[in-house]
């Protein structure tokens, strides 16, 4: 009888050290669960704080052919935007990179870029073409914000009866700061400042890297390639930025500004004979059949000093038309003419 006594006192024990320890674990628990739930409520309130937010575009107007000048307005958001349609490829380039969830409709009906194929998944909505948006399909998506540029300003105004719309496109007079701007509206809008920051100091080394490249050369021209035709660009136009920000010298100023550059005879690039000519394929980022290499490379461009040294850059299309004013496209391209000029 002892035995048992003995037995039950020790089991006894035993069972009560078991549910003390269970209650150890179970308090361990609750305050791990508590300090997340913490830390989750302390990032949310940090985002929080920063909203309401008013946000300006990233310039005042544009000029368009169908609707005339465009006015860009402030946009005020009362909350972090949870869905986004995302037109311009710069800017969803930025988005990306930055890690922001959220974007719910792109426009798959134009060339994606290699880099954010990503984006053609079903997952997300096709919102048209870069020039032409589905306005219904845009509708029912029911997004927090639009972000336009320059190919969507057309329907500025129709895109605001559906949700606020921002316009972040970048600026030909001012390319480089209007994409920095671009990127500074994003890291803003979803606390992604310490991103921006990373990526901005690889652009400080990158364009240390062309700056001393480009001091190797005397004279340079940016060209379009656009089904056997050629356009020219000067300082003061959309690849200004080139000569600009990274140090290339223009061969000559005397070309008018477009958009799609001024019609440049391979005559014309044989009689200003730069020492690098950089050329980029329009008609492969359109989805078209391209002989760049063929058409360019006649008996009149194997005159030039560019050719001889071979020093014809031909540039990624897409990249460089449609997608430039993101932070991984930009970075990209500095990459692709060190590359092509090491």
Not at 179 to 188: G, H, P, Q, R, T
Not at 250 to 261: F, K, L, N, R
């Given at each position: 009888m002892k035995k048992w006594r003995n037995f039950y006192a020790v089991f006894a024990i035993a069972l009560a050290l078991l549910l003390a320890g269970c209650g150890s674990a179970k308090e361990v628990n609750n305050e791990a669960a508590e300090t997340e739930e913490k830390e989750v409520e302390t990032t949310s309130n940090a985002q929080d704080s920063t909203y309401p937010m008013t946000v300006s575009p990233t310039i005042a107007s544009t000029e368009t052919e169908e609707a005339g000048q465009v006015l860009f307005?402030?946009?005020?958001?009362?909350s972090m935007p949870k869905k986004m349609v995302v037109f311009d490829y710069g800017f969803l380039d930025t988005l990306d990179a930055l890690g922001v969830e959220g974007v719910v409709g792109v426009p798959k009906d134009s060339t994606l870029p290699a880099h954010l194929e990503k984006y053609a998944h079903d997952e997300y909505v096709n919102v048209g073409s870069l020039k032409?948006?589905?306005l219904e399909d845009i509708a029912e998506i029911g997004p927090d914000v639009i972000f336009i540029?320059?190919?969507?300003?057309?329907?500025?105004?129709?895109?605001?009866?559906?949700?606020?719309?921002?316009?972040?496109?970048?600026?030909?007079?001012?390319?480089?700061?209007?994409?920095?701007?671009?990127?500074?509206?994003?890291?803003?809008?979803?606390?992604?400042?310490?991103?921006?920051?990373?990526?901005?100091?690889?652009f400080d080394e990158a364009l240390e890297k062309i700056n001393a490249l480009a001091s190797n050369y005397e004279t340079s021209l940016v060209t379009m390639y656009n089904e056997g035709k050629l356009s020219g660009f000067a300082t003061n136009s959309r690849f200004g930025y080139v000569y600009d920000?990274?140090?290339?010298?223009?061969?000559?100023?005397?070309?008018?500004?477009?958009?799609?550059?001024s019609n440049f005879g391979f005559?014309?690039?044989?009689?200003?004979?730069?020492?690098?000519?950089?050329v980029i394929d329009r008609t492969a980022a359109v989805g078209g059949t391209s002989n760049i290499q063929k058409d360019l490379e006649n008996e009149i461009i194997k005159k030039t000093e560019?050719?001889?040294?071979?020093?014809?850059?031909?540039?990624?299309?897409?990249?460089?038309?449609?997608?430039?004013?993101?932070?991984?496209?930009?970075?990209?391209?500095?990459?692709?003419?060190?590359?092509?000029?090491?």
């Open positions: 307005e402030d946009v005020t958001f009362e032409e948006p589905l540029s320059a190919r969507q300003a057309t329907f500025y105004e129709q895109l605001k009866e559906i949700a606020p719309v921002l316009y972040i496109g970048t600026s030909q007079d001012d390319y480089w700061n209007t994409f920095l701007a671009s990127v500074d509206i994003a890291a803003k809008m979803f606390g992604k400042e310490a991103e921006a920051d990373e990526y901005k100091g690889k920000t990274y140090g290339f010298k223009p061969v000559t100023e005397d070309i008018e500004a477009s958009t799609h550059g005559e014309a690039i044989l009689k200003f004979n730069p020492q690098v000519l950089f560019a050719y001889k040294n071979n020093r014809i850059v031909y540039l990624d299309g897409p990249l460089w038309y449609l997608s430039g004013g993101g932070l991984q496209s930009e970075l990209a391209k500095i990459e692709e003419i060190l590359a092509e000029l090491k």
